[in-house]
Nanobody, 126 residues
Framework: QVHLVESGGGSVQTGGSLRLSCAVS????????MGWFRQAPGKEREGVAA????????YYADSVKGRFTISRDNAENTVYLQMDSLKPEDTAMYYC???????????????????WGQGTQVTVSS
């Protein structure tokens, strides 16, 4: 069990960038799956990216591949989501989540994650 706190959300114009942070306490699991999800009003929560912490292997949704980058900093106990070339359809509440290493095999399923942060809002205007 870990405690997760997201930050870094905000409002940007199309084409802009944001970097989301997920502070993990006590530490990032050494053999786990850390994911970023998003949920827009009236839509289901969807997986955006995930990282397998034992190898740093990363996973991305097709809609963000090439634009978003997930990474982690063990010294800071933080997982990041760098978001570039933002589009209005990226507007959503973004959540950080933690799961066991097995979850990375099906990382897009939110029900597989056992810990969630409170979310941070991202708004992209055209």
């Amino acid at each position: 069990q870990v405690h997760l706190v997201e930050s870094g959300g905000g409002s940007v114009q199309t084409g802009g960038s944001l970097r989301l942070s997920c502070a993990v306490s006590p530490t990032i699991p050494s053999n786990g799956c850390m994911g970023w999800f998003r949920q827009a009003p009236g839509k289901e929560r969807e997986g955006v990216a995930a990282i397998y912490t034992a190898s740093d292997y990363t996973y991305y949704a097709d809609s963000v591949k090439g634009r978003f980058t997930i990474s982690r900093d063990n010294a800071e106990n933080t997982v990041y989501l760098q978001m570039d070339s933002l589009k209005p359809e990226d507007t959503a509440m973004y959540y950080c989540a933690a799961a066991s290493w097995r979850t990375c095999g099906s990382w897009t399923r939110p029900q597989s994650y056992f810990d969630w942060g409170q979310g941070t809002q991202v708004t992209v205007s055209s």
